[in-house]
């Protein structure tokens, strides 16, 4: 953690798996403890004419955004900032992916904030038939992102990833090596990212296993930590020259994710 008198930017994001149930379950009580600047959710479910007032602007954020997906009820991202964002872009230029309502690009100064809600390549009847819909999507971000890191933006990528890079990341690898979300070119498109210069937080500073963000539902699991890293944090090198501390709060419940939290040097801005 950052000593008090050193400015810092703090990123939390959490897919909430439906912002208008978690509502009820603490929703309000974590924004005011976890004191973000910048908090992004995934899994919203939600258009914004949904929500209710204390979800659309709740206490000690300036600015809330959201997007839906055309689809009723499914996917959806959202972002509540204690200072306006200087642009938000929601288009990957890809018809089909942004119908999905995945993406928020929000630019704060020099840093980018991408909040991201990755397909899950399971599909229909568990078949993995959307995997090559889940690559498709993670390649063109990249585009999306690389373009900005060429511009001299600093991105960080923060969301559900719906992918367990290494194996150190799932409580149970060998049980789930045709599962999507662990299987092998899932995971290696998120190692080409890492290979082409973004840094995973968490891992930048905790190299030590039984450290997830994900439990399935069924009764116990969370409580034996039977679980999946899934919910990442990925710098690119220069937001990584910022990175103050990275972590995951299990302890909060609600969703059958937990929130990550990012540090940053304020100086990450200028």
């Known amino acids: 953690m950052l000593c008090p008198d050193v400015p810092r930017f703090r990123i939390a994001s959490f897919n909430v798996n439906g912002i208008r149930s978690i509502a009820g379950k603490g929703l309000h009580r974590w924004l005011e403890r976890c004191d973000a600047d910048v908090v992004a959710l995934q899994e ?23 997007v839906a997906a055309e689809r009723p009820g499914y996917s959806g991202v959202g972002l509540y900032c204690r200072r306006p964002f200087d642009a ?7 018809r089909s992916f942004d119908a999905e309502g995945r993406v928020q690009l929000a630019r704060f100064g020099r840093l980018t904030v991408a909040n991201v809600y990755f397909p899950n390549g399971s599909g229909t009847d ?21 373009a ?8 960080i990528v923060v969301g559900d990833f719906n992918t367990a890079p290494h194996e150190i990341d799932l409580a149970r690898p060998k049980d789930n090596a045709k599962t999507s979300g662990f299987l092998p070119e899932e995971r290696k498109e998120v190692q080409r990212w890492l290979k082409a210069g973004y840094h995973d937080a968490f891992r930048e500073l905790c190299p030590d296993p039984g450290h997830y963000t994900w439990w ?21 090198a220069d937001a990584r020259a910022h990175l ?25 801005l200028g």
Not at 88 to 93: D, F, H, L, Q, V
Not at 148 to 155: K, L, Q, Y
Request: aromatic letters at 8%; charged letters at 25%.
């Open 148 to 155: 900005r890191r060429a511009a001299g933006e600093r991105v």
């Open 244 to 268: 103050v501390a990275c972590m995951h709060q299990p302890e909060v419940l609600g969703s059958d994710h937990c929130p990550v939290v990012v540090d940053l040097d304020a100086s990450v």
């Open 216 to 236: 399935s539902q069924r009764f116990g699991v969370r409580a034996r930590n039977v679980g999946w890293r899934i919910d990442l944090a990925l710098l690119c």
């Open 126 to 146: 568990r078949q993995n038939d959307r995997v090559p819909f889940k690559l498709r999507f993670y390649r063109r971000l990249f585009q999306v992102l690389d």
């Open 44 to 66: 919203t479910r939600a258009r914004p004419e949904q929500l209710s007032a204390d979800l659309l602007a709740p206490a000690g954020y300036r600015t809330a955004h959201f």
């Open 88 to 94: 938000i872009e929601t288009s990957i230029g890809v």
